[in-house]
């Protein structure tokens, strides 16, 4: 890997520790040493630092695990004009992301274990945050034959995804369900019906109609995770719902929790922090896939990852390049990055009282790594020493010249944010400094 090694502990004092793991909000210090940590919370200020420590003085700054976020598109390989594992290395130390899950869907798409297995070593010797691997579902994601769960998990793999399709075959979702229950393997699949979907580029309102833009419908959604979720309780297998948009979808993932249905669900913080109106005049880094729908869908959003109904929130980093989005709004491709901006635009929330600090964290952090089976999102002893500083009151404005995205397609060019990133340690190395 391309990030340095680190020799000398490091001590973080006089923070505010942020460990939903461990239940820790409050006064403490983080000891990191051999890229492990040592102590977290009010332990490690009393225990001290040993002899030669580098002493970091947090005061007024909050200390918490790595961001973990299940959910980003990398174009590596194949499309390295829009981003590459370096470049999106870069982008998420300073959206305070320490681990990013790749998705397979490059040139080629990532559906062998020799290409797991490049991916997943390119990135180490490149990014200088850890990368891993989601794998495709199906051959060519092709949405029919299975690929090899078993040998695609040993080969690094941490799930299986559809990626930006959706599966219309049941019988290939209920397989792929059964399939993984071997290997306790996670089936991650973006519920949304291509029919109903049609040719909508928005989503289906009033807006839309005074727009002149064809509309999506929520049930695009709602239909096919009532499906899956019931798959899901057929097969026993793991399931995850990606990228939730819709308002009635919540009560359908507590209903699967609620009969012990072994699902989870994703949202993206695009759709936690913006809607529908934000398009204004047929601006296209507002076009995503699924589509930002009304402030009805985002606040009950909202109040699904307060109460858990949604475990955890993505970044759905998706670089796209100027040809594919200086078009007219229908033509426009999908996709807005959001590795730089993860944290910041939740923290929004924070702000607004719309989340506890802890939650988010545990939502953007501890769940996704427990979801992914991923070592990280946790400030316990022993823990690889992954760790973010941030300041929750610092504002700033996002200025599109200092993104650090090879890809320039926010939707939050010139917003106003309250809280950033300050430092960034990986395995205990420096990797981001304000």
Same mark, same amino acid.
């Given at each position: 890997m391309s990030r340095m090694t680190q020799n000398r502990p490091i001590w973080l004092t006089n923070a505010r520790i942020v460990d939903p793991s461990q239940g820790l909000d409050g006064p403490g210090a983080v000891l990191m040493s051999g890229g492990r940590i040592i102590a977290a919370g009010p332990a490690a200020i009393n225990n001290g630092a040993p002899e030669g420590t580098e002493v970091i003085n947090c005061h007024g700054l909050v200390v918490a695990p790595g961001l973990v976020d299940l959910c980003a598109y990398i174009g590596e390989p194949?499309?390295? %004009? *829009?981003?590459?594992? &370096?470049?999106?290395?870069? =982008?998420?130390?300073?959206?305070?992301?320490? #681990?990013? !899950?790749?998705?397979?869907?490059?040139?080629?798409c990532v559906d062998d274990p020799a290409l797991v297995d490049f991916v997943a070593t390119r990135a180490r010797h490149t990014s200088i945050v850890r990368v891993k691997v989601m794998a495709a579902l199906t051959k060519g994601q092709a949405g029919g034959e299975l690929?090899?769960?078993?040998?695609?998990?040993?080969?690094?793999?941490?799930?299986?995804?559809?990626?930006?399709?959706?599966?219309?075959?049941?019988?290939?979702?209920?397989?792929?369900?059964?399939?993984?229950?071997?290997?306790?393997?996670?089936?991650? %699949? *973006?519920?949304?019906? &291509?029919?109903?979907?049609? =040719?909508?580029?928005?989503?289906?309102?009033? #807006?839309? !109609?005074?727009?002149?833009?064809?509309?999506?419908?929520?049930?695009?959604e709602t239909t096919v995770l009532a499906r899956d979720l019931r798959i899901a309780r057929l097969a026993g297998g793991r399931y995850h719902a990606s990228l939730l948009s819709a308002a009635e979808s919540p009560a359908l993932i507590a209903w699967a929790?609620?009969?012990?249905?072994?699902?989870?669900?994703?949202?993206?913080?695009?759709?936690?922090?913006?809607n529908e109106t934000d398009i204004g005049a047929y601006r296209t880094f507002f076009k995503l896939s699924p589509p930002l729908r009304g402030e009805d869908d985002r606040l009950t959003l909202v109040d699904a990852v307060r109460d858990g109904s949604i475990d955890i929130i993505v970044s759905n980093h998706d670089p796209q390049d100027v040809?594919?989005?200086?078009?007219?709004?229908?033509?426009?491709?999908?996709?807005?990055?959001?590795?730089?901006?993860?944290?910041?635009?939740?923290?929004?929330?924070?702000?607004?009282?719309?989340?506890s600090l802890s939650r988010l964290?545990?939502?953007?952090?501890?769940?996704?790594?427990?979801?992914?089976?991923?070592?990280?999102?946790?400030?316990?002893?022993?823990?690889?020493?992954?760790?973010?500083?941030?300041?929750?009151?610092?504002?700033?404005?996002?200025?599109?010249?200092?993104?650090?995205?090879?890809?320039?397609?926010?939707?939050?060019?010139?917003?106003?944010?309250?809280?950033?990133?300050?430092?960034?340690?990986?395995?205990?190395?420096?990797v981001f400094e304000r």
């Open positions: 194949g499309h390295e %004009h *829009r981003e590459t594992f &370096a470049s999106a290395g870069r =982008a998420a130390a300073a959206g305070g992301i320490t #681990t990013v !899950v790749a998705q397979p869907d490059t040139d080629p690929t090899e769960f078993g040998l695609l998990q040993e080969a690094g793999a941490v799930g299986f995804t559809s990626g930006r399709q959706s599966l219309a075959n049941a019988q290939v979702l209920r397989r792929a369900l059964t399939y993984a229950k071997d290997f306790d393997a996670l089936i991650c %699949h *973006r519920p949304e019906d &291509a029919a109903l979907k049609g =040719a909508g580029v928005m989503n289906l309102s009033e #807006t839309a !109609v005074r727009l002149g833009l064809n509309g999506i419908p929520a049930e695009a929790k609620g009969l012990g249905i072994r699902a989870t669900a994703s949202t993206s913080i695009a759709h936690l922090t913006l040809e594919t989005k200086r078009l007219p709004f229908a033509e426009a491709a999908d996709g807005a990055i959001g590795l730089e901006t993860f944290l910041a635009a939740g923290l929004r929330l924070v702000h607004a009282d719309k989340l964290i545990e939502a953007m952090s501890t769940r996704p790594a427990e979801i992914a089976g991923i070592d990280a999102g946790t400030l316990k002893t022993g823990a690889p020493a992954d760790v973010i500083v941030f300041d929750l009151d610092e504002p700033w404005v996002l200025n599109a010249r200092d993104i650090v995205s090879k890809a320039k397609n926010t939707p939050y060019e010139a917003a106003r944010f309250t809280g950033r990133i300050r430092r960034t340690f990986v395995g205990g190395c420096p």
